[in-house]
């Protein structure tokens, strides 16, 4: 599989990258570690004419905390970076371990958490030659006007499998995306459409420059557990990330992100009368494990059984939660 022919841009700053964005003819790509979109193309899903690639922009690679603001991590940091980064590691444990267990050595080295936030859905649908394509009719996500997976579907539901979306909607991170003349901060979970075929919103022409967690975020204890086929290389079957807040061992606050299950990183936030006050214990935990059971809706478009990769939420809900009591 050879890439195709395209225009590569190699801006500097921020604001040359944005000039590009609005100033092409045709409607490029931004290039990051390039890990999800150089397969895309080599597949022959995409053939975006431009190529905008972020390696030169330095602003996009710097770390930092404040008790006021919380950790911010450019969009441009690589995992490897992040998962050896005396910032991450000492106020966000849990995102630097995550980044480590990312696909390969090789792989973490190029990829950053901006792209791993932005990438794409997956389906076995999709994610194939344009020669195995010519076997199926066209799904949704190709262009055409139906899902191989649930029939008679009316959207796709081609399933989103970051690692560290999960943690960040768990820890209420924001990000910053930038256009010309403008910058806005906004919360991670309300980019996500809910749909596969183009699972963001509201990001076409900006630049996400930084994620930031609050300060208040990263006082609660967070973990992340997921479920794939293989140890390496592999993207996660169902991943689960639990927040939670406790005070003098009752819950206060609980926030879980579920990946892999759905077209977007689902966040249940447990805050209520039923969760909220409880002492966290053996039969809550069990409680909290159905839950995350029920909200998870896996379907047969990735490898792995999805009654399998259901049962598996349930169990790295209540592993974590168990882990916690100690």
């Known amino acids: 599989m050879i890439l195709p022919y395209f ?13 590009i964005l609005d100033d092409a003819r045709y409607k490029p790509q931004i290039l990051a570690g390039g890990s999800d979109l150089l397969v895309r193309m080599k597949l022959g899903l995409i053939n975006p004419e431009e190529l905008v690639s972020l390696s030169n922009i330095d602003e996009l690679q ?35 371990r995550a980044a480590e267990l990312v696909a390969t050595t090789q792989i973490r080295n190029t990829a950053t958490i901006g792209g791993n936030i932005l ?14 394509a010519k076997a199926v009719a066209p799904c949704y996500k190709r262009g055409g006007d139906l899902c191989h997976v ?49 699972p963001f919103k509201d990001v076409a022409g900006q630049l996400m420059t930084q994620i930031t ?63 909220a006050g409880r002492p966290l214990n053996h039969n809550l935990i069990k409680e909290l494990g159905q839950m995350v059971y029920d909200a998870a809706r896996p379907l047969p ?15 790295l809900t209540e592993d974590i939660l168990t882990s916690f009591m100690d």
Request: hydrophobic letters at 40%.
């Open 7 to 19: 225009t590569h841009h190699a801006p500097g700053t921020v604001q040359e990258c944005i000039k």
């Open 62 to 96: 710097e770390i930092s905390y404040s008790p006021l603001m919380g950790l911010t991590i450019g969009a441009g940091v690589t995992l490897a970076r992040m998962a050896t980064d005396p910032e991450v590691n000492e106020n966000c444990p849990v995102l630097a």
């Open 119 to 132: 990438q794409n859905t997956r389906c076995q649908y999709y994610n194939r030659s344009a020669e195995w």
């Open 150 to 198: 649930v029939a008679p579907g009316k959207r796709c539901f081609a399933v989103y499998q970051s690692d560290l979306a999960p943690i960040l909607v768990a820890l209420n991170a924001s990000v910053t995306l930038v256009s010309r003349g403008n910058a806005r901060k906004v919360e991670l979970n309300s980019l996500y459409s809910k749909d596969g075929v183009n």
């Open 213 to 275: 967690i609050p300060a208040a975020s990263l006082a609660n204890r967070c973990n992340y557990k997921k479920y794939r086929l293989r140890d390496g290389i592999d993207y996660p079957l169902a991943g689960i990330a639990v927040a939670l807040k406790t005070n003098e061992g009752y819950v206060e606050e609980l926030r879980i992100g579920l990946t892999g299950v759905a077209s977007y990183p689902v966040l249940l936030i447990l805050n209520g009368e039923n969760v």
């Open 301 to 315: 478009n990735l490898e792995g059984d999805p009654a399998r990769r259901r049962a598996m939420t349930r169990i």
